[in-house]
C-alpha cells in the first residue's frame, strides 16, 4: 500500500518547529520596538538641550545671566547652561576679546539609568562701541 499521507507525528513536529521561530521572531521584534523607543527618547532629549543651549546663547546679550537651570516635565529633565570665561592661557583669549564659552548640561533618569548630555558653545559678542 502507498499512502502519501504525512503522519500525525511529522505534523506535530512541523508545528513544533513553526512555533518556536516565530517565538523567536517575536522576541526579537519586540527587543528592537523597546530599543527604538529609547533611542528617540533619547534623540528628543537630545535636541531639547540643544534648542535650550541655543535660546541661551540668543537671549545672552539681553539679559547678561551668567547661569539658567530649566526643569522640564514633559519629558522630565533638567537643563543647566552657565556662561564660562574662556582661560586666560587659551590662544582664543589672545584671538578675540568678547569670547566667551556657554556650556548647557541636560540630565535625566530613564530605563534604569542616569544620562548625562553637556553641550559647549563658543561666542563671540559684539564689540562696545567707545
Known amino acids: 500500500m502507498n499512502n502519501k499521507a504525512f503522519t500525525l507525528l ?5 508545528l ?6 516565530v517565538t523567536i521572531f517575536t522576541g526579537v521584534h ?6 527604538s523607543d529609547k533611542e528617540k ?5 537630545i535636541f ?3 534648542e535650550e543651549n541655543i535660546k541661551f546663547v540668543k537671549n545672552l546679550e539681553d539679559k547678561k545671566k551668567k ?5 522640564l516635565e514633559n519629558p522630565e529633565i533638567k537643563i543647566v547652561s552657565n556662561l564660562v570665561d574662556i582661560d586666560k592661557k587659551s590662544f582664543l583669549n589672545s584671538f578675540m576679546d568678547n569670547v ?5 548640561e541636560g540630565s535625566w533618569k530613564e530605563f534604569g539609568s ?3 548630555i553637556p553641550f559647549l558653545t563658543i561666542v563671540r559678542f559684539k564689540e562696545e562701541k567707545k
Request: hydrophobic letters at 55%.
Open 48 to 50: 531639547i538641550v540643544q
Open 10 to 14: 511529522e505534523v506535530i513536529m512541523a
Open 100 to 104: 566667551k564659552m556657554v556650556r548647557s
Open 30 to 35: 519586540f527587543k528592537m520596538l523597546a530599543r
Open 114 to 116: 542616569n544620562y548625562n
Open 67 to 71: 547661569k539658567e537651570v530649566k526643569e
Open 41 to 45: 527618547s533619547f534623540l528628543d532629549r
Open 16 to 21: 513544533l518547529i513553526l512555533v518556536s521561530m
